[in-house]
Antibody, heavy 122, light 108 residues
Framework: QVQLQQSGPGLVKPSQTLSLTCAIS??????????WTWIRQSPSRGLEWLGR?????????EYASSVKSRIVIKPDTSKNHFSLQLNSVTPEDTAVYYC????????????WGQGTLVTVSS | SYVLTQPPSVSVAPGHTARITCGGD??????VHWYHQKPGQAPVLVVY???DRPSGIPDRLSGSNSGNTATLTITRVEAGDEADYFC???????????FGGGTKLTVL
């Protein structure tokens, strides 16, 4: 049974960097059948796909156009986890952030992490 | 970018059938996934690839997809089915995941 466990701070100051980690158990971050994804949810934006990282002979990372200039998602094979960094945050980045496994080829998301409420405030 | 449209709310009496729609341009050509989300919890996959169910999901939940509308059907609705339901597709054009706005299912 695959489980995802998120960690990271719940409060970030404006203009600083949001950093979250998602630890994987029951699967590998290097799996050829999965992509490792970050999604956020807020009342104003609903569920918003942010981006993903995955391994297919080499590592790839792909991002939503809305955050592309500010986001980095990367794997850590030694710890079997992946991380999210979102730079230059504003209050509009306040949301519940989820990590999730995307499954080829139609990219359903299963399972999800428990979610982390991140508030951007001074 | 690809847009999925869901009704904000659906209400149904216990024991009756609920139908939640998800509209999108030629959505019938895509694979649609459905999630439920209860307050304070993460979304949970309940139907994938239009009509398949993960293990542990009762067969009271079923999905269909044709033309411009996908539908999640819940028969013999129970109080425990009350939740927000979201549809999702993968948009190959943008290489992005796309979610509908969600439908709140209320059991009367």
């Amino acid at each position: 049974q695959v489980q995802l466990q998120q960690s990271g701070p719940g409060l970030v100051k404006p203009s600083q960097t949001l950093s979250l980690t998602c630890a994987i158990s029951g699967d590998s971050v290097s799996s050829s059948r999965a992509t490792w994804t970050w999604i956020r949810q807020s009342p104003s934006r609903g569920l918003e796909w942010l981006g993903r990282t995955y391994y297919r002979s080499r590592w790839y990372s792909e991002y939503a156009s809305s955050v592309k200039s500010r986001i980095v998602i990367k794997p850590d094979t030694s710890k079997n986890h992946f991380s999210l960094q979102l730079n230059s945050v504003t209050p509009e980045d306040t949301a519940v952030y989820y990590c999730a496994r995307g499954i080829i080829t139609t990219y359903r998301f299963d399972p999800w992490g428990q979610g982390t409420l991140v508030t951007v405030s001074s | 970018s690809y847009v999925l449209t869901q009704p904000p709310s659906v209400s149904v009496a216990p024991g009756h059938t609920a139908r939640i729609t998800c509209g999108g341009d030629s959505i019938g050509s895509k694979s649609v996934h459905w999630y439920h989300q209860k307050p304070g919890q993460a979304p949970v996959l309940v139907v994938y690839d239009d009509h398949d169910r993960p293990s542990g999901i009762p067969d009271r939940l079923s999905g269909s997809n044709s033309g411009n509308t996908a539908t999640l059907t819940i028969t013999r609705v129970e109080a425990g089915d009350e939740a927000d339901y979201f549809c999702q597709v993968w948009d190959n054009g943008s290489e992005h995941g796309v979610f509908g706005g969600g439908t709140k299912l209320t059991v009367l």
